[in-house]
């Protein structure tokens, strides 16, 4: 068994409301949402994160991008506007090394992020 927090959320271990799977992702709600509407998008193949993308793997990321427009359509944000980011490594503020990105909509973003 593995004991990677995301894998094992993919894997159906570890509950999580599911708003949209494909092949390649999952995406569910994030337990401690930071906005109206906050989607964790996971890759279901564990990557550590946007680092350890290469070419070998040139689907992954254009699944992702797609798939957070329609999720942001499902979710009724898609024309008011969103922020889909991913955390990179201690600094970059990721606390699960698991590839994901947020999905944030339903209230003005700000900028500089924290
Ligand atoms: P990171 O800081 O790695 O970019 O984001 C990790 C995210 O995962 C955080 O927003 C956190 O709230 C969320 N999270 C942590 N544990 C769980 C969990 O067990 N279930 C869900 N749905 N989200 C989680
Ligand atoms: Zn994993």
């Not at 068994?1 to 409301?17: H, K, N, Q, S, Y």
């Not at 992954?60 to 797609?66: K, P, R, W």
């Not at 999720?71 to 944000?77: L, M, N, Q």
Request: one cysteine or more; a negative charge; charged letters at 20%.
């Amino acid at each position: 068994m593995t004991d990677c927090l995301f894998c094992r959320i993919v894997a159906g271990e570890i509950p999580a409301e599911r708003v949209y799977e494909d092949a390649n992702l999952i995406a569910i709600r994030d337990i401690n949402p930071q906005a109206p509407v906050h989607i964790l998008l996971l890759s279901r193949k564990h990557l550590a994160s946007i680092a350890e993308i290469d070419l070998a793997d040139p689907v992954l990321m254009h699944t992702l991008a797609v798939a957070a427009a329609k999720i942001a359509v499902i979710e009724g944000i898609a024309g008011r506007g969103y922020r889909l980011l991913t955390n990179t490594g201690s600094e970059g503020g990721q606390a699960v090394a698991h590839l994901h990105f947020h999905l944030l909509g339903g209230r003005q973003m700000g900028w500089p992020p924290g």
